[in-house]
């Protein structure tokens, strides 16, 4: 019902309401009665909007608590993505630590396990610091081994009371002598850089030009020199060339030293 037609009657009401005023009860009822009718149409659209009104209050309340639980529910998820990635990071070290401790039950040396306190960011493939000195059995001269289950890291240089500083292979300054396994062929392994890349590699040394190694031999510590003993694994060839006066194989280590953090230094045999 439009406007005008309720002006009209709200007027033809108010107009028969006088005529009934002078015609009794009985024409107050009828009044009554054709009042209610006029105006029923609107307490029926009235109620309508109401309860459309009070359906879209309690929509918004659910949208509310949706969006709610939404946001609970993404908090709740970083959490368990966090704790998840520390639950693997500690099943990686707790693999790490179980395969260390096997392996220093079954070798034939004596071990000090040792963890890296500091390096160099910038010299991180030359030198590393350890927890140990030689107030924890080091010798205090230095020259021994340091090694993880996985292959050879380096040597003992300077030792204090409870530190000690360790060279790498990857220094150009460690010499390492060095035979390849399932051939007579031996060398010397030692770090070497080259002028155009930043990380610096480990190469074998003096071999005969027609040594022929193939990709993926593993070269072994030959205990020549008598600091480091022989067997350690040091790595696998990755390339041989033969040079004018000998050959030459580049070797992908064993350790992987930019995620080096515990290692063993070997002070003594058991055997």
Request: proline share 3%.
């Amino acid at each position: 019902m439009n406007r005008r037609n309720i002006i009209i009657s709200v007027s033809v009401f108010v107009l028969l309401t006088g005529v009934v005023l002078t015609r009794g009860p009985h024409g107050m009822r009828r009044l009554q009665s054709g009042f209610l009718g006029m105006i029923s149409p609107f307490l029926k659209s009235g109620s309508s909007l109401e309860k459309k009104y009070r359906e879209f209050r309690e929509g918004l309340k659910k949208l509310d608590q949706l969006e709610q639980e939404n946001g609970d529910l993404k908090v709740r998820n970083k959490e368990l993505s966090t704790t998840n990635q520390v639950l693997r990071g500690f099943e990686a070290e707790n693999k790490q630590l179980r395969k260390a401790l096997q392996y220093r039950e079954s070798t034939i040396f004596t071990l000090t396990p040792a963890r890296i306190i500091a390096r160099d960011a910038s010299t991180w493939y030359n030198k590393i610091v350890i927890d140990r000195g030689f107030a924890d059995g080091l010798d205090p001269k230095g020259d021994q081994p340091v090694l993880t289950e996985a292959g050879l890291v380096g040597k003992t240089t300077v030792v204090d009371d409870h530190t000690a500083t360790v060279v790498l292979i990857a220094d150009e300054t460690c010499k390492v002598a060095a035979n390849v396994e399932g051939t007579r062929e031996q060398g010397i392994v030692k770090g070497e850089r080259a002028s155009n890349q930043a990380v610096p590699g480990i190469g074998l040394n003096f071999l005969s030009k027609q040594a022929g190694l193939k990709p993926g031999q593993n070269v072994l510590t030959s205990g020549a020199g008598g600091v480091f003993p022989s067997g350690v694994l040091i790595g696998t060839v990755k390339e041989f060339k033969a040079r004018e006066l000998d050959g030459h194989a580049s070797i992908i280590p064993a350790v992987d030293f930019t995620t080096l953090e515990d290692v063993f230094v070997i002070v003594g045999k058991t055997k």
